[in-house]
């Protein structure tokens, strides 16, 4: 199994342009999620799904689009960047049989800079 | 709504010394609690979690951890470190109720010298 892949690994961009960040699992889970990581500040949630067309915002969506049209993808779309979204992004999936309880699993993650 | 404090952003460590992590938690509904290790460059994996039995959990690569209820915390240790240990660690809690919806501290980086 590959586990959870996202790509790409980096990316810089122009403030006001627009891109999808990619992630996919091969484990078969219902849960995937969107983070970001920045300094002093641990991972926050920006958005969350728990199966296929089923999709809910975190704890800061605002800048951010998401869609789950299958189990295995999850792209998570800036629909025009800012500065402020310069951050690491992490991918994550878990199973929903234990639900809270459950192991999530990271990809490796996608740095992006917005100049 | 959750809250982690993880006390120490920094700990620097010799090689072969123990190494204790602290973390503290607000809650006012259960929560399952975990601990996650970010190597350089790469994504987090779990080190241990906590869901429910006995309060002393233990982990892969040795590391361990006791949840104490009374005073919301959920300290992680290691006995013995190894220069592979240098990495960030994140404490992370969950209502047990909730769809995945980790609240995470802000980490604490170990630097493992020799």
């Known amino acids: 199994n590959a586990g959870v892949t996202q790509t790409p690994k980096f990316q810089v961009l122009k403030t006001g342009q627009s891109m999808t960040l990619q992630c996919a699992q091969d484990m078969n889970h219902e849960y995937m999620s969107w983070y970001r990581q920045d300094p002093g500040m641990g991972l926050r949630l920006i958005h969350y799904s728990v199966g296929a067309g089923i999709t809910d915002q975190g704890e800061v969506p605002n800048g951010y689009n998401v869609s789950r049209s299958t189990t295995e993808d999850f792209p998570l779309r800036l629909l025009s960047a800012a500065p402020s979204q310069t951050s690491v992004y992490f991918c994550?999936?878990?199973?929903?049989?234990?639900?809270?309880?459950?192991?999530?699993?990271f990809g490796p993650g996608t740095r992006l800079l917005v100049l | 709504a959750q809250s982690v404090t993880q006390l120490d952003s920094q700990v620097p460590v010799f090689e072969e010394a123990p190494v204790e992590l602290r973390c503290n938690y607000s809650s006012s509904v259960s929560v399952y609690l975990f601990w996650y290790v970010q190597y350089p460059n790469q994504g987090l994996q779990l080190l241990l979690k906590y869901l429910s039995g006995s309060t002393l959990v233990k982990g892969i690569n040795g590391f361990e951890a006791e949840f104490n209820k009374s005073q919301t915390s959920f300290h992680l240790r290691k006995p013995s470190v190894h220069i592979s240990d240098t990495a960030e660690y994140f404490c992370?809690?969950?209502?047990?109720?909730?769809?995945?919806?980790?609240?995470f501290g802000a980490g604490t980086q170990v630097v493992v010298t020799p």
């Open positions: 992370a809690v969950i209502p047990t109720d909730s769809w995945g919806k980790l609240q």
């Open positions: 994550a999936s878990s199973n929903l049989a234990g639900v809270a309880g459950e192991t999530q699993y």
